[in-house]
């Protein structure tokens, strides 16, 4: 009898014992996979804030790019009305430089692939810091509306210069002194091309578009702003 229960103690015993482990594993299990599955989820924001902070990066690049060009095309432009009455004051040398900037035509496209793949990800939901979307937002914001400065700038642009296109004669005459010699007919070149309407309306617009003097500082310095605290918060103690 004495076995027996020793035996049914045992079976009881070993069985709580065994009942046990398996909770403590399955616990274990748990816990570790749900530990894995939040650094998993860290690197995958970090990995997306990587990628982000690269794409802004490149947009800054561009937008500095086309900051100049506007830049130097509004420059020439005012140089140019600016002796329109007198170009035997003006400097032949600035004269051949700004020989073809006022009639380039340009573009920016901003890129928003990495904030796309972002926001399509269940990841947004998962970072702590809010005030760092927001502002990851409010910069995609404004890289978008220098893209439509600047096609707003270039399609309007592209009008006055279709109209060019239309004064066959002034074409002809105008490749003739090209042709000729731009060094030494820069002048003759540039008292031509001011006789004609639609040339004028090209550099009057440009002159009169808002000032591209320093290009887009304020965008430029809200990406600097960005990426800085992207690189500062990026990461599992970030999110």
Do not use: C
Not at 93 to 119: C, G, H, Q, V, W
């Amino acid at each position: 009898m004495k076995k027996l229960n020793d035996l049914v103690t045992w079976k009881i015993g070993d069985y709580a014992l065994q009942l046990s482990v398996v909770i403590l594993g399955v616990l274990i299990t748990f816990g570790g996979g749900n530990m894995l599955n939040k650094r998993a989820k860290a690197k995958e924001i970090t990995n997306a804030m990587e990628l982000i902070k690269i794409e802004l990066e490149t947009n800054r690049k561009s937008i500095q790019e086309i900051g100049k060009t506007l830049a130097i095309e509004q420059k020439a432009s005012r140089y140019v009305l600016r002796f329109e009455n007198n170009l035997s004051k003006a400097s032949n040398d600035s004269l051949e430089i700004y020989l073809s900037y006022p009639f380039l035509i340009n573009n920016f496209r901003a890129k928003t692939d990495a904030l796309e793949m972002f926001k399509m990800s269940s990841l947004a939901p998962q970072v702590h810091d809010k005030k760092l979307i927001l502002q990851i937002i409010k910069t995609y914001n404004e890289i978008i509306i220098v893209e439509d400065i600047v096609k707003w700038y270039y399609d309007l642009k592209t009008q006055y210069m279709n109209d060019m296109k239309t004064e066959r004669d002034f074409l002809y005459k105008e490749d003739k002194l090209l042709r000729e010699g731009i060094k030494k007919n820069i002048q003759q070149i540039w008292q031509f091309r001011l006789t004609s309407f639609p040339v004028h309306n090209v550099l009057t617009f440009i002159s009169g578009a808002r000032d591209f003097k320093k290009g887009f500082p304020e965008v430029e310095t809200l990406l600097n702003e960005t990426i800085q605290m992207i690189e500062e918060r990026q990461g599992p103690r970030g999110n």
